[in-house]
T-cell receptor, first 112, second 115 residues
Framework: SQQGEEDPQALSIQEGENATMNCSYK?????LQWYRQNSGRGLVHLIL?????REKHSGRLRVTLDTSKKSSSLLITASRAADTASYFC????????????FGKGTHLIIQP | GAVVSQHPSRVICKSGTSVKIECRSL??????MFWYRQFPKQSLMLMAT?????????EQGVEKDKFLINHASLTLSTLTVTSAHPEDSSFYIC???????????FGSGTQLSVL
């Protein structure tokens, strides 16, 4: 099952603006990961945040994690047209064969 | 919603044997299927992209002869780990995408353990 739920399902913004996507989950986790998928391509890992971390940065990406609310956010600053893609959060509950549980994704469109 | 079925969910095999993993889209036609591998406590890593009726595109560092991918129909892709060794033990997951480049749907994964 896919316990991660991203919102919004779709987001369209102007180039240069910041884009924020949220992810909620239901069970306890070891870590939460964000992935990007360009059209017709496989997933690309963006960033991993562990359950004992609250915020993490990577370039223009900023991820927050609130385990009390079971939610995470991905912020992309100064968006570019090349950021247009679908973004997925995935939770790792450390269940061995359970692996990662992916959300349904947010489709982000950056208008030039 | 669309369902992707992956089988088996767990397999244990002896070193040197080959293991086939199936990925089926149950209620939609998947023109593209992706195969990923995840080592314990690490992120999912894309292995290859397969399009129905054509050869798979492998990511750098993934051995084509080691991981055979067949996407023979719009609803089925298979990954065969040939002559498996303990270092191939990992979690393998497939995902499928429909005709209109719709959202990605994931299988439940296969935990491979090679003894």
């Amino acid at each position: 099952s896919q316990q991660g739920e991203e919102d919004p399902q779709a987001l369209s913004i102007q180039e240069g603006e910041n884009a924020t996507m949220n992810c909620s989950y239901k069970t306890s986790i070891n870590n939460l990961q964000w992935y990007r998928q360009n059209s017709g391509r496989g997933l690309v890992h963006l960033i991993l945040i562990r359950s004992n971390e609250r915020e993490k940065h990577s370039g223009r990406l900023r991820v927050t994690l609130d385990t009390s609310k079971k939610s995470s956010s991905l912020l992309i600053t100064a968006s570019r047209a090349a950021d247009t893609a679908s973004y997925f959060c995935a939770t790792d509950s450390g269940g061995g064969a359970d692996g990662l549980t992916f959300g349904k994704g947010t489709h982000l469109i950056i208008q030039p | 919603g669309a369902v992707v079925s992956q089988h088996p969910s767990r397999v244990i095999c002896k070193s040197g044997t080959s293991v086939k993993i199936e990925c089926r889209s149950l209620d939609f036609q998947a023109t593209t299927m992706f195969w990923y591998r995840q080592f314990p406590k690490q992120s999912l890593m894309l292995m290859a992209t397969s399009n129905e009726g054509s050869k798979a595109t492998y990511e750098q560092g993934v051995e084509k002869d080691k991981f055979l991918i067949n996407h023979a129909s719009l609803t089925l892709s298979t990954l065969t780990v040939t002559s498996a060794h303990p270092e191939d033990s990992s979690f393998y997951i497939c995902s499928a995408q429909g005709l209109k480049n719709e959202k990605l749907f994931f299988g439940s994964g296969t935990q491979l353990s090679v003894l």
